[in-house]
T-cell receptor
Framework: DAGITQSPRHKVTETGTPVTLRCHQT?????MYWYRQDPGHGLRLIHY???????DKGEVSDGYSVSRSKTEDFLLTLESATSSQTSVYFC????????????FGPGTRLTVL | GQQLNQSPQSMFIQEGEDVSMNCTSS?????WLWYKQDPGEGPVLLIA?????ELTSNGRLTAQFGITRKDSFLNISASIPSDVGIYFC???????????FGKGTKLSVKP
């Protein structure tokens, strides 16, 4: 257990509304990640953070923004949700070894109507 | 960008059978990771491979890091019903050590 929680676990929203997902970790990990998982696509990286206020884009960053104002929290925001952003979102942290293993949270299922 | 080809996409086997799945890439990776995902949960790390040619076991699971560093396989021996799930391979690459995931192998086990 890497001490990762995600909130909310489920959310239904309407097209055009803003949505923020929260990832919280308790073990002071430097690196945090947001992925989305869709059938046929596996897990795709949206954004990641390598420290407080340090973030970078991943493979599918369009339509998403992130913020990390403190080590333990990494927020993913959909400024204006679209139906194509209906997905399961996973947060992950990088372990403390040199080998870059990542450990995942339980996920947030987001439905955009 | 980098891509991983994971096969097979799905497997439907009888309890007690052995299972084999693999991932290949056109790119070299420094680390290969294998994850399992149960329905409604996040992926859980099963095995990590750090060196080309390495063979690592975790109970009934065995994984190998290909000598070319472009492939890896995972074997499950004597499958049981709780092996059901989706198995993902992931390669670690790039300057930030980000993961590239295969699209998964869905395993179904018939008792």
């Amino acid at each position: 257990d890497a001490g990762i929680t995600q909130s909310p676990r489920h959310k239904v929203t309407e097209t055009g509304t803003p949505v923020t997902l929260r990832c919280h970790q308790t073990e002071n990990h430097r690196y945090m990640y947001w992925y989305r998982q869709d059938p046929g696509h596996g897990l795709r990286l949206i954004h990641y953070s390598y420290g407080v206020k340090d973030t970078d884009k991943g493979e599918v960053s369009d339509g998403y923004s992130v913020s990390r104002s403190k080590t333990e929290d990494f927020l993913l925001t959909l400024e204006s949700a679209t139906s194509s952003q209906t997905s399961v979102y996973f947060c992950a942290i990088k372990g403390q070894t040199l080998y870059n293993e990542q450990f995942f949270g339980p996920g947030t299922r987001l439905t955009v109507l | 960008g980098q891509q991983l080809n994971q096969s097979p996409q799905s497997m439907f086997i009888q309890e007690g059978e052995d299972v084999s799945m693999n991932c290949t890439s056109s790119s070299i990776f420094n680390t290969w990771l294998w994850y399992k995902q149960d329905p409604g949960e996040g992926p859980v790390l099963l095995i990590a491979l750090y060196k080309a040619g390495e063979l690592t076991s975790n109970g009934r699971l065995t994984a190998q890091f290909g000598i070319t560093r472009k492939d890896s396989f995972l074997n499950i021996s004597a499958s049981i019903p709780s092996d059901v799930g989706i198995y993902f391979c992931a390669g670690v690459g790039g300057s930030q050590g980000n993961l590239i995931f295969g699209k998964g192998t869905k395993l179904s086990v018939k008792p």
